[in-house]
């Protein structure tokens, strides 16, 4: 069994990106520049927002939070975002899901500039990755493929198992892992809540992307000798051992699954890592006006 280190890959790609902002600014381009929206007090969306703006000064670029509180209406949030629309010195914004109940996360996600979507929520965006068009790729997507591109991973031809059919994963992913491309060109199994047989579907999988958010989920007599194991899952679940209180949980039960495993991604340490990075990724390619004039 051999550890797919996202923690690493991230570092990496971080230190590319950090060098080209250096080079854009030497040869007088614009400073890359993510707003990142943030409504109420969620621990955990605090602390993702928090790690997105750090990660963006770290690189270089330029970033700008903008907070509001639990009861701002629907209406000022979409006045909010129609001002980031049309503020050229912002590249690319983000508004941190979820939101308040009393707000339409799709209207909000729709109502983004598709060019400053650097989400890639926006369903221009996605029906552009369907469609296999260049458009800004979804965070986690977007990392797993990075993972499996990077360690040479074999996808042709394989029977990719994805676990989980959500918006911002199951669905997207599985796009891209059937798409002619490398990494790509996989035959993909769609699992979710209401599929029968699932333990059969994932012994036949040669990769397994495991996105579900059921803590380890997948055990050791699911998995096939050799399989590939992308573990997406982040629970936050209690824990005495920690000083935050709670331990991150993948979808998989690591230590089962891992002895049978060609390649497996750590929980924490594989995929987390990977999808700021992703963000940071599509920041710069907004900057660069690479993908939409
Ligand atoms: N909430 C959880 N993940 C994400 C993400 O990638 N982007 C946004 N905007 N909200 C999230």
């Not at 990496?12 to 614009?30: D, T």
């Not at 770290?58 to 700008?64: A, C, D, L, P, R």
């Not at 989400?119 to 369907?130: C, E, K, L, T």
């Amino acid at each position: 069994m051999q550890l797919i280190d996202g923690k690493a890959v991230a570092a990496q790609i971080r230190r590319e990106i950090a060098e080209e902002v250096v080079q854009i600014k030497a040869a007088g381009g614009k400073t890359p520049h993510l707003a990142a929206v943030l409504v109420g007090h969620d621990g955990g969306s605090e602390t993702y927002v928090a790690n997105k703006v750090r990660a963006c000064e770290e690189v270089g670029f330029k970033s700008t939070l903008i907070r509001y509180e639990e009861d701002v209406t629907e209406k000022e949030l979409l006045a909010c975002v129609e001002r980031l629309n049309q503020d050229a010195g912002v590249d690319g914004f983000i508004v941190q899901l979820p939101l308040p109940g009393h707000i339409s996360e799709a209207k909000i996600t729709e109502a983004i500039d598709y060019r400053k979507d650097v989400d890639g929520f926006h369903p221009v965006n996605v029906g552009r990755m369907s469609l296999g068009m260049p458009c800004f790729l979804s965070a986690t997507p977007a990392g797993i493929i990075e993972l499996l591109r990077r360690y040479n991973i074999e996808t042709k031809g394989k029977h990719c198992v994805v676990l989980g059919r959500s918006n911002i994963v199951g669905k997207p992913v599985s796009m891209l892992m059937m798409q002619k491309a490398t990494p790509g060109d996989c035959t993909v199994t769609v699992c979710h809540s209401r599929t029968r047989n699932i333990k059969e579907i994932c012994l036949q999988a040669d990769i397994i992307i495991a996105a579900l958010g059921v803590p380890e989920f997948l055990r050791g007599d699911m998995v096939k000798e050799g399989a590939v194991v992308i573990d997406v899952g982040t629970t936050r679940v209690p824990s005495d051992k920690t000083k935050s209180g709670f331990k991150l949980t993948g979808d998989v039960a690591f230590n089962e699954v891992a002895p049978k495993c060609s390649w497996i991604t750590p929980v924490p340490g594989g995929v987390g890592p990977m999808t700021i990075v992703s963000l940071l990724r599509n920041t710069l390619l907004a900057g660069k006006k690479a993908i939409y004039v």
